[in-house]
């Protein structure tokens, strides 16, 4: 016992897939070939080198081409990340640019690659956006493919594991996790990654628990280690003692049961005790996850983000490109309503096919609605795109970034043009297109009363309302200890908000992280929010929540916390509070935040 107690050993990682999962570890060799050598060469050396290299993206393309070919049917969804895969191959920032480094410095493919994925590693660092710098992942996946090729180290096949296992790597390209028997993978550990990378993204499609950025589990663990996965807390134990074991075993049950429990009835109406109803819908960033839009419950699609279309690519997506996937978005969600939020991109934001400005300060620079007011024909194209995919369903256009009257005013005259050309065009279009404003700029929730007059509805963008507010970069891991939901002041601006929108006739929707968190239901709620937008798989204990409360406690708790002048005493309170009456749903934080 006490030699089997000196083995163990306790991590915590980012959980992105809830569920326990106790099993044998496999650790799957995905570690970087790290030795390449340069080499200068003579210029018949270099034509030569130049060829292989051209070989090597061409052999590269054949084996994710046979990758996409065999992916199961479970798993069609994602064939569009070994698409970007293939397009990066051919990307000029790798492909061009290796080229380039191999003649001009006449240097070996291999070293070339490598100078070439540096340069662009640089260029993703200053990229705000989480989502998209995190993207560079998949620049890097398509580089140690290439690498492998060059170097003539092969990857061994992950399609033929047979045992139940929890596969333990440093991380996991998509065409591996696509490889896969999701019947076989008990869950997912990597040393790398974040909420936004693939292997999180694929196991939360798969439903298979996960957890990432656990930085050294490969240095731990050994095929054949028995390990206990936490995907709720992010925890994972590996040689634990038997007496663990159980306790995990009981752990898993009680989870299962719950999660059993609680999609089953993801279906019904979030309302409350007492007869009031509050929207629960879904916030997407890329296609992948439409099924899981409706398979836990959500009423539509609160916030779709559309800067994915932007990425990958060479050239613009062209009007064609942008309306194909809004229409498919709006007719596979029809006809619960689809919103989607116009370009949210800028400053420091990264898109091959616009050429950007360098900012100091990119998070106050040219982003989103200010960028697409400067950038007109770059908006029209989305906005003509969006109001003909509107003839698919019920669709509404939301414009990010709304500091002031004149934004929106002006965002809405581009509308009114591209609505006319589409008419003269005699292309079809829907004409009577709700249009909202994120509220996530200060000015705008002071003015919120003002901007009700010239809008359908607000969504409240807490995750930038909170960066914006409380003067903390949401990227600085430095100051994120200052990122506080439950801030009286945030508390207050959301109230102000709410408020003015009803009194202007408008609905109110929040569609930042903080609408997902299921321990701040009874204080959305309270707030009178009349939607709430999150990740689709916070949806059904979000319902469940909600079906547990009754209008009348949440107001009071609202009354009561509105009272104190630091998060600190809202904590506590709602831990005295709450956590007695929602015991099971505490025991299951959907999300980091846990009082
Ligand atoms: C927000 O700011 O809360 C929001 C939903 O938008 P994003 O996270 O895309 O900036
Ligand atoms: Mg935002």
């Keep these: 016992m006490k030699r089997e107690a000196d083995n163990v050993k306790i991590l915590k990682g980012v959980p992105v897939f809830p569920g326990i999962a106790i099993g044998k570890a496999l650790h799957i060799d995905r570690r970087k070939i790290k030795v390449v050598y340069e080499y200068l060469m003579n210029d018949e050396q270099v034509a030569a080198e130049i060829v292989r290299f051209k070989e090597a993206v061409e052999q590269a393309q054949l084996a994710l081409l046979a990758i996409k ?17 293939l397009l990066i191959l051919k990307d000029k920032m790798l492909y061009d640019q290796t080229l380039r480094i191999i003649a001009e410095e006449k240097i070996n493919a291999e070293w070339a690659l490598k100078k070439a994925l540096k340069e662009s590693q640089a260029i993703f660092e200053r990229i705000q956006d989480e989502y998209i710098r995190n993207r560079f992942h998949d620049v890097e996946f398509v580089t140690e493919r290439l690498l492998r090729v060059l170097t003539g180290h092969s990857l061994e096949s992950l399609a033929d594991i047979e045992d139940n296992v929890i596969i333990v790597a440093h991380d996991l390209s998509p065409a591996d996790t696509t490889q896969m028997k999701p019947d076989r993978i008990m869950a997912f550990l990597t040393d790398m990654g974040g909420r936004t990378s693939h292997t999180a993204i694929i196991a939360r ?133 689809v919103t989607i939020r116009t370009l949210d991109i800028g400053g420091d934001k990264f898109a091959s096919s616009i050429k950007w400005v360098s900012e100091s300060n990119p998070a106050l620079g040219l982003r989103a609605i200010r960028f697409c007011l400067r950038e007109k024909d770059i908006f029209k194209v989305q906005l003509r795109a969006l109001l003909r995919a509107g003839c698919f369903g019920d669709l509404r256009i939301m414009f990010p970034m709304i500091s002031g009257k004149q934004e929106i005013v002006d965002a809405k005259r581009i509308l009114e043009e591209a609505c006319e050309e589409l008419y003269r065009e005699g292309i ?45 970069d949401r990227i600085n891991e430095h100051v994120a200890h200052l990122y506080e939901p439950l801030h009286p002041g945030v508390l207050r601006m959301i109230k102000q908000v709410v408020e003015a929108g009803h009194r202007g006739g408008v609905e109110v929707a929040m569609c930042g992280e903080m609408a997902g968190e299921a321990s701040y239901m009874p204080i959305l709620l309270g707030l009178g929010l009349d939607e709430l937008s999150m990740n689709p798989l916070s949806v059904p204990q979000a319902k469940r929540i909600i079906r547990m409360s009754t209008m009348e406690e949440a107001n009071e708790v609202v009354n009561d916390i509105l009272q104190f002048s630091t998060a600190d005493e809202i904590h506590a309170y709602l831990k005295t509070k709450w956590a007695k009456r929602f015991t099971e749903e505490f025991l299951w934080p959907s999300s980091q935040f846990t009082l």
């Excluded at 752990?251 to 979030?270: C, F, M, N, P």
């Design 69 to 85: 070919e065999e992916i199961p049917e479970e798993l069609r969804d994602h064939c569009s990340i070994i698409d970007s895969h």
């Design 205 to 337: 499609s798969l439903g298979i628990p996960a957890v990432v950025g656990l930085e050294t589990i490969t240095g731990v663990v050994s095929s054949g280690d028995q390990i206990i996965v936490d995907g709720v807390t992010g925890t994972v134990i590996v040689n634990p003692p038997e007496e663990t074991i159980q306790e995990y075993r009981q752990r898993q049950s009680r989870y299962e049961d719950y999660r059993i429990q609680t999609v089953k009835y993801g279906h019904l109406q979030a309302e409350t005790i007492d007869g009031y109803q509050i929207k629960i819908k879904a916030n997407v960033e890329f296609l992948d996850e439409l099924p899981s839009v409706l398979e836990y419950g959500a009423e539509g699609i609160g916030l779709l983000r559309t800067e994915f279309l932007y990425l990958n690519r060479d050239e613009l997506p062209t009007e064609e490109i942008l309306f194909n996937a809004y229409s498919e978005v709006v007719e596979r969600i029809a006809p619960n309503p």
């Design 428 to 472: 079809p279009y829907k004409e009577s297109v709700k249009i909202g404003a994120m509220i996530e700029v200060p000015t705008a929730a002071a003015i919120a009363d003002i901007l009700a007059e010239e809008v359908d509805f607000f969504s409240i963008g807490t995750n930038d309302l909170i960066q914006y507010s409380l003067a903390i």
